[in-house]
Each structure stands twice: as C-alpha cells, then as structure tokens.
T-cell receptor, first 116, second 111 residues
C-alpha cells in the first residue's frame, strides 16, 4: 500500500512556543491531505482537509489561526500548532489520498505532542 | 456523511474467526465502506474497502448486503497481534474522501 511519513513522532515543547509537524506521501501524489487529533481512549477527530495549492478547510470548532495548515506540494503538508498550551497536548495524525492511491486515505504514524 | 454504529468491544480467542458488523443506515449511493485497524499510539492502517457484495484480500473479507445498510468485517483465524481498535467508515471517495471516525470496536484476542 501507499506510504505516508509523519515527522516528528514525538515532541515536547514549552507553553507559548510553536510546533511544526510534517506529513509526506512517499510514493504517490497526495491531492488531498487530512489532519486529525486523538485524545487517549477516544476516536480520531477530523481537524481539517487540505488540497494542494489551496487553503485548508477546517472543521467546526477548530481554530484556523491556532492550527496553521500548509499543503504546498503534492507530497507535503504541514501542521503548525501556534502558541501551544497544555490543552493542545494530544496525538496528531495526518492522512493522504490521491488518484494513484485509489482515493483511499493512508495514515501517518502520528505525532505525540506534549506541551509543558 | 453517513453515521456508523459498531459494537464498542468484542472478545475472541486465538484461531477463531471474528466478525465485526457495522450499521450505516444512511449510506448514500456514492459512498464506499472502508475499514481501518489502529494499534495504540499508531496511525490507522487500511484493511479493506468495498462498495457492494463481497470483497476479499490477504487479511480480511468484507461482506455487504444488497441494501448496503450494514457491512461485516471478517478476520479469519485471529492471533494475539490482531488485538486493536477497528473502525468502519463510510464516505464518498469521489468527493475528496472525507471520513468521520466513529467510536470503533475494541477487539481483544485472548490466548
């Protein structure tokens, strides 16, 4: 199947700093990428959908100025958590899909963010 | 987006066949049914996808009745390593493939 790489896998930061998470599709062109967050023992919650070259579409309740998403190329999307606070601590997961991926979403391994 | 309903948890033993049924009464004509597996602290892994009837791959089978209001994921001869959360999702993959995750089924395989 298609491979999606997510980096870093784990990050610790101080409150008030910004953190960038990268999501790359390694063997296919990702026309659409998605960002999710997951709290312990809960399901994945969709945060936003991004299409290459256009602005991301955020789900209701997700602050677009807090979670900046850039999908600059067909293989890379980034999520920047700005001015992170302890309540932003969570597991962030990206997924990517494209025509060559048969429009199936393939997920990255996730990033554990801990804000102190 | 169609809502899905699955059992919260299931128990099984090694070597048994496990069937997890998902209800999606409001499935639309263009919707496909996709199942994912997730281990703790990992991203979901694609298992299988189907539109109607039966689909089989090297790890699972997916049974979809004619009315498509439900689907059943069948895992043959499970092992301890199949202990995970299984998600059933419904979405129109021709519309960007947006998926909304439900609560999933936590499968526990015992020796």
């Amino acid at each position: 199947g298609a491979v999606v790489s997510q980096h870093p896998s784990w990050v610790i930061c101080k409150s008030g700093t910004s953190v960038k998470i990268e999501c790359r599709s390694l063997d296919f062109q990702a026309t659409t990428m998605f960002w999710y967050r997951q709290f312990p023992k809960q399901s994945l919650m969709l945060m936003a959908t991004s299409n290459e070259g256009s602005k991301a579409t955020y789900e209701q309740g997700v602050e677009k100025d807090k979670f900046l998403i850039n999908h600059a190329s067909l293989t890379l999307s980034t999520l920047t958590v700005t001015s992170a606070h302890p309540e932003d601590s969570s597991f962030y997961i990206c997924s990517a899909t494209g025509i060559l991926a048969k429009n199936i979403q393939y997920f990255g391994a996730g990033t554990r963010l801990s804000v102190l | 987006l169609a809502k899905t309903t699955q059992p919260i948890s299931m128990d099984s033993y090694e070597g048994q066949e496990v069937n997890i049924t998902c209800s999606h009464n409001n499935i639309a004509t263009n919707d496909y049914i996709t199942w994912y597996q997730q281990f703790p602290s990992q991203g979901p892994r694609f298992i299988i996808q189907g539109y109607k009837t039966k689909v089989t791959n090297e790890v699972a089978s997916l049974f979809i009745p004619a009315d498509r209001k439900s689907s059943t994921l069948s895992l043959p001869r499970v092992s301890l390593s199949d202990t995970a959360v299984y998600y059933c999702l419904v979405g129109d993959k021709n519309q960007g493939g947006k998926l909304i995750f439900g609560q999933g089924t936590e499968l526990s395989v015992k020796p």
